[in-house]
């Protein structure tokens, strides 16, 4: 009966790529394609899970996509933390974007770029372009957290959790952890909904193939770096400090009035984890007329590996990349 | 199956077969419910254990801990073996006096002192040095601990003790909430009937996750899972500043502890962004040269 589990072959990253840049933990990817538009657009992973849900099969691939367009491609990879990145901080990753983005710019001879963030990534580029809006012509968020103060259940668990109780006896917040926390937030789906789905589909090669590489991606969890974990956990989901206009970084208020570049925020109406009210209030406040929102009937995930969601919303979204990339 | 093992992720092998246990316990409820039109208890305890053993296991990996902390600081086991010791003591002083006046008896009634009296008295001087030595050590246990050392132990207990209190009701939350779903399918199963397996199984879904939902988002929950979390976390915390101390306290100890290591990692983050900095700043300086250059 899983003989056929034994045939799967989970390949991610289907694009090619060279690492161009790598400082310690972080790494500045660059895939090869045909440009055909001047604006590259560097993506802005999320430190939690691995950037390759972006590309993870051929069917179900942004990254193929934007390349298919002649978008210049470019991805950060946040690593794997470990003991030793225990006291990295947020600002440390906004340096990183911002290093990455000055070498695009002179490689690429371009003032700005299109800046793409995913989930918490988005969080990360949010941050950036209202630090620093001279570089970023356009700001596209994924499935992103930016307003904290909403009532699914992870905002809640965060709400009522001391991270810094965690993070002195741990360190880091490990993959497993954060593995067990995600799935417990909705087990019933994820822990016998999925896979009483899988058992019914063990003879199903194709169901098989899409199965584990989700399933592969799911389990791949970097650490959370110790720090990085409180300042999250305190700063964005206890006191909701990026749309309360109270964040800092290095000393630098972020100010949400000074995204006025276009952005497009891309939302799944079922998300658990960053529903559509983390979303939502912040497009309501930037002062950017350019600004649109696109929406799915998925989850989290599913906005960006649903066949669906690629036929549909993906079609739309890269459209509105390409006619603003020249 | 070790093929599996090896490649899948080990969250995704250990869900697939709990997964297929709980099929095979719904299969054998469907079975009897297709027979007898009823829906029993049996089976679902089981069901629950496959399906939360995920989540339960941490904790319960935890809580195996304290043994490994009794074992390394066994003070009811040195109480105990002093008792033991005493009772043994006893004996001993009985035999003895037993074999002195047996000897006396059978030699010379009127020697004041035989080689028997030699032989008792050399044991009870070994035993009365053991005896004493163990005597000043145990009383002595709490004010060998090094300064702050030990604070962490007591609190390292208080919150074990929280801990254990939060995961019990924690889990039988949990299990309260498992069987509320199990009641309301067994209710709808005596009122309607499911036409296949698929409806009933779907139906169960249903219920759980209805239940689920509510059950994450409630207060009840919220308050339990953070006093879990927080004791749970305290409690590893005191328990590693304890060891630290502990050994920090001793000479002859060749190893650095996880504390002073962090402080390392701590010093050479910032130095790297010091030098991040500087490196910045001298770029800027550069580009200022040149242009000033350019310009005479």
Known sequence: ?326 | MLDLYRMLPKESFELLFRNLSVRDYLKEIWSRYEQFGVIKEDYFEEIFNELFRFFLRPFELVLLNERAIRSMIPLNEMLEGKGVLNAYSELMNSLASHGLLTFKLLSDPFQQKTPLDDFIEEWREIFRNFESKFDITLPDYPFLLPEGAKNYFLDCFLHWKDFVESYEKYRRLLNETYWRAVKALIDFAERKSFKDFSEFMSFFQEVLAKEFDSLLKSEEYLELQGRLFSSLFDHIYCFRRFLELLMDNNPANPFATVSQIDEAYRRILDLRRKVSELEKRVEMLEVELCSRKSER
Request: hydrophobic letters at 40%.
């Open chain 1, 1 to 326: 009966m899983l003989e056929k589990i034994r045939e799967v072959n989970v390949k991610p990253w289907t694009c090619e790529f060279e690492v161009v840049h790598e400082d310690w933990l972080f790494k500045l990817l660059h895939f090869k394609g045909e440009k055909k538009h001047r604006i590259p657009l560097l993506f802005v992973y999320a430190f939690i899970n691995r950037p390759y849900v972006l590309d993870l099969h051929e069917d179900v691939s942004v990254v193929r996509k934007l390349i298919r367009e002649g978008i210049d491609v470019w991805m950060i990879d946040w690593g794997y933390p470990k003991r030793a990145d225990r006291f990295l901080k947020i600002e440390d990753y906004i340096d990183y974007i911002d290093f990455c983005v000055e070498k695009i710019r002179k490689e690429c001879k371009v003032n700005s770029l299109t800046l793409h963030g995913y989930c918490l990534g988005s969080t990360l580029a949010t941050i950036y372009a209202a630090l620093h809006p001279e570089k970023v012509k356009n700001l596209v968020i994924q499935t992103p957290p930016i307003n904290f103060d909403t009532e699914n259940a992870l905002a809640l668990w965060a709400k009522h959790i001391d991270p810094k109780r965690i993070t002195r006896a741990v360190g880091n917040v490990s993959g497993e952890m954060l593995n067990i926390a995600f799935l417990l937030i909705d087990p019933i789906r994820l822990v016998l909904g999925k896979y009483q789905g899988l058992i019914d589909n063990l003879e199903d090669p194709r169901f098989l193939k899409e199965f584990y590489s989700m399933d592969f991606w799911i389990f791949d969890s970097p650490a959370v770096a110790g720090n990085v974990f409180d300042e999250y956990i305190e700063r964005w989901y206890h006191r909701n400090e990026i749309m309360n206009g109270k964040y800092t970084v290095g000393g630098k208020p972020v100010d949400l009035s000074r995204i006025t570049m276009p952005v497009l925020a891309l939302y799944a109406e079922k998300d658990h984890i960053t529903p559509p009210s983390a979303v939502l209030p912040f497009l309501e406040k930037i002062p950017s007329k350019d600004k649109r929102a696109m929406s799915v009937d998925k989850g989290h995930i599913g906005l960006t590996v649903s066949k669906s969601a690629h036929a549909k919303l993906w079609n739309e979204a890269i459209k509105w990349i390409v006619e603003r990339s020249d």
